[in-house]
């Protein structure tokens, strides 16, 4: 069977597979969440509110029926692409709430990812290159206490230094008070300034990404520094690596154009699982800097038991991780012929 073929089975069984992929997940989240304790009439009225009034909205909200009735009723709504609608956000669908803050969030991702990528490939290539250093052992240290360190404290102590005691960086927030953010396009403020030509908007918009960005993306580059390390010292013990040298090739080329190459394909598979960590990462950078975003949007829901709200971001989220494994795969297949299925 020819390559092309063996890659078209395997896409057509991923994506066979995904949707039974989402529907555990859904299923794990609406049961959890159900054995949590609390109740979100409690959560939302508060313990001034009459037991009538509870009653009144837990009937409003489904929950007086049977779990098996609310979970079919749910996974009926969602194959309608109707995610409820959220308890705590007055009344806005739970489509319209994710609509509204993820691009603050893929912002917030995009750039953490630049950052995590450019550091940890920078760190883990000059580690590599020059073993048995003072390079290497810093490489190898700054891969475990970045990963090993909680974010919130990293980004606390972030905040301490750049904004308060430096003043050189916003403590938080993604645009300024005083000052109109650029018109919606892809309600990315990076890009939506560009085009419109906004220049002042653009530089504001990453004056106040660079801290959430900087301690996201910092603490997430441990996972590309070990994986780049590792695998191009494998790459420069390799058997061409020394018929390269053989050949008089400069050793910077060798580096870059034949050690470096090879190490970054298991790089791109880290990519995506690093999806589900970034996510993850992001709830507790938005908490911290005050970013506008869905994962701040989720942490609110969580506190106020708003289980439309938390249902339909965790769905969300899982079908990106769930997307981006496929992705992931068919991008390692294309660049790397080796791979087979």
């Not at 395997?10 to 989402?22: E, I, S, T």
């Not at 009034?53 to 692409?81: C, E, H, M, N, T």
């Not at 997307?323 to 795969?329: E, N, Q």
Request: include cysteine.
């Amino acid at each position: 069977m020819s390559r092309s073929k063996t890659l078209q089975y395997y896409l057509a069984a991923r994506l066979l597979l995904a949707p039974l992929m989402l529907w555990t997940i859904v299923t794990i989240i609406f049961f959890l969440l159900k054995a949590t304790p609390g109740d979100p009439a409690d959560a939302f009225l508060g313990n001034r509110a009459s037991d009538d009034v509870k009653a009144a909205l837990r009937k409003q909200l489904g929950l007086d029926k049977p779990i098996l009735f609310q979970y079919s009723r749910y996974l009926w709504q969602i194959l309608q692409g109707d995610f409820g609608t959220s308890i705590t956000s007055s009344g806005k669908a739970v489509v319209t709430v994710i609509q509204e803050n993820f691009p603050a969030t893929l912002e917030l991702a995009i750039g953490s990812m630049l950052v995590a990528f450019i550091v940890g490939v920078t760190i883990g290539t000059i580690s590599a290159s020059r073993p048995n250093t003072v390079a290497a052992v810093v490489g190898r240290l700054f891969g475990i206490v970045s990963y090993s360190l909680p974010i919130f404290w990293v980004g606390m102590l972030l905040q301490l230094v750049f904004a308060v005691q430096l003043r050189i960086l916003p403590l938080g927030g993604r645009f300024p008070a005083n000052l109109t953010p650029p018109a919606k396009i892809t309600g990315l403020y990076t890009i939506d300034s560009l085009l419109h030509f906004d220049l002042g908007s653009f530089f504001v918009s990453l004056h106040h990404l660079a801290l959430p960005c900087l301690t996201l993306g910092v603490l997430l580059s441990g996972i590309f520094e070990r994986i780049v390390r590792v695998n191009l010292t494998q790459s420069l013990k390799a058997e061409y690596i020394e018929a390269a040298r053989a050949r008089g090739i400069p050793e910077q080329r060798i580096l870059i154009s034949h050690a470096l190459k090879n190490a970054m394909i298991p790089v791109i598979t880290v990519l995506g699982l690093t999806t589900a960590s970034l996510l993850g990462g992001a709830v507790l950078t938005e908490v911290t800097f005050s970013w506008p975003g869905l994962a701040s949007q989720l942490y609110e829901a969580i506190s106020n038991r708003d289980y439309p709200t938390v249902q339909g971001i965790m769905v969300f989220f899982a079908a990106i991780v769930v997307i981006a494994s496929i992705l992931i795969d068919l991008m390692n297949a294309w660049i790397d012929p080796r791979i087979k299925y």
